[in-house]
Structure formats: C-alpha cells, structure tokens
C-alpha cells in the first residue's frame, strides 16, 4: 500500500453529503470503493478492488458506515471510533494490492444505507465482499440499492 489517509465523518441527514466533503485527488484515473461488510467479506472485496486497479493507478476507498442504535448520540457510539479505525487500517493493510493509494472512511449515521447513498460520488464503481448463497443477505440488498442509483456495483465472493 502506497500511502494510507484515514477520514472519520459524521452525516446526519440535512449535512453536506460526505463525499464533497472527503478530499478527492483529480489526477487519478479510477476510484474503486469498497464498502464494510464484515471483515472475511472486505478483505475478499479489497483483494478485488486491487486486481481490478492494479495497472490503472486507481485508488481506494474503503467505507465504512456504521449505524449508531437511536440510545447514543451519532457522534458517541458504543464502540470507540479509535478501536473501528485501527479495526478498519489493519483489514486495509492484510488487503493492500501492490502500491495501490487507500483511503478509509468512517461514516457513523443513523441510516446505513442512506450514508452510503451519501458517501458515493455519482456513477461509483463499488465492490461488495459477500459469502454465499448472497441473493438473501443485506449485502445484496444494498447492492441493489447503489444499483438503482447508478452505481456500478461488483460482487467479491469469499473463499
């Protein structure tokens, strides 16, 4: 891995959507993001993510959006934000493709799905870590819903 930034942001509906929000490089050719799912499912969605940018000098972009439970405030999880990040920097590091830039985004929300609606440029190329059988599973369930956005999603199966 190249170089490693690590954002944490908040988004709450009626805040500026996260991705004007991220810094973006201009220069690179392709964004390929991956999106948490569970850890054995990134790692297999990273190792994609590499292969597919690997000789495109692509970046990127691990998200995570994290549902806080309605009982804490969005900016107070119950899991300290520190541990997620350093969670979510060593599954970057075991998945890291070569000298490949990436980034991790922390988005805490109250909405999973709506903060990823949010976190993605439009028309994102995305890759989703998923087991099978995957036709039932929340992770195809928010596929379809980026699908129907217009973004273009890709499926990583775990072996």
Known sequence: MNSQTIHRQLWKPGFAAPHEEAPRRKDRKLEVNVIFTTEVATLAALKTAGDLGADLDARI????????????????????????????????CRGAQGDLETS?????????????????APGALVVIGEKRPWWCSESTRIAKILARHGHRVIFAVQR
């Open 61 to 92: 972009n691990l998200i995570a959006a994290h549902a806080v439970p309605l009982a804490f405030p969005v900016n107070r999880p119950p899991v300290s934000v520190d541990f997620t990040l350093r969670r979510l920097k060593d599954l970057a």
């Open 104 to 120: 991790i985004n922390l988005y805490l929300c109250r909405d999973r799905r709506q903060a990823l609606l949010h976190a993605l």
